[in-house]
């Protein structure tokens, strides 16, 4: 399983979110070119950086911070937020960002994404889907950086891209993102169960070392880490070595 360490990025500076409350910001570190560093320096060798103003507003907004840090080469980096159009992905791209992230736009707009998924091909674009679990525990997928409802669940919009070629899907339950009380493994193991071909990322809730070896157990492909990390509940050199132990 790959450890994916995350930068959420809101007006420049490192924040984390709780349940995606854009008012609930705590900031970690003002200088993301820094924590990346720190990142690489433990071991590290993908980042996912999501830019959260960008996602509020429907635009990227912070291109030049994401592009700076890719100039440091020390990382690969997963980026997503705000992105609504084939130019956001080749700018990306064109900066050096390995994988792009595309969240709103996979449940709103599928046609247009399963062509992007055609054009950039499935290594360089993954598909984000942000759920709130309701009463019925159907996972409702939620639309511009947590807002908005679909009234679509995360099970019909997979079916909408079975034969796209597809092949990352990140998916996180809002409710625990943020809160370090443990990710949903019960949605990661029907995802697995439904979807075995795809490569699975699990995000929200993730509280420390145990938490990472039963997602590799469940046979996720990989895990977004954020608070934990910077809380200090997760030592990540510690964590890569445990997690590419035999």
Known sequence: MELFPAIDLQKGCCVRLAQGDFAAATIYEA???RQARRFADAGATWLHVVDLD???????KQLNIIAAVARQKTLKLQVGGGIRD???????LEAGIARVVIGSLAAKEPDKVRGWLKQFGPDRIVLAFDVRLGADDVPEVLTQGWQNG??????SLLETYADSGLRTVLCTDVARDGMLTGTNHALYALMRERWPALDILASGGVKDQVELLELARLGVAGAIVGKA???GRIDLASALRELKAP
């Not at 960008?54 to 990227?60: L, P």
């Not at 084939?86 to 990306?92: G, K, Q, T």
């Open 31 to 33: 200088d993301p070119l």
């Open 54 to 60: 960008g996602a509020k507003a429907g635009a990227m």
């Open 86 to 92: 084939e130019e956001s992905i080749a700018l990306l």
């Open 150 to 155: 679909s009234a679509t669940s995360l099970w």
């Open 229 to 231: 990390l910077y809380e």
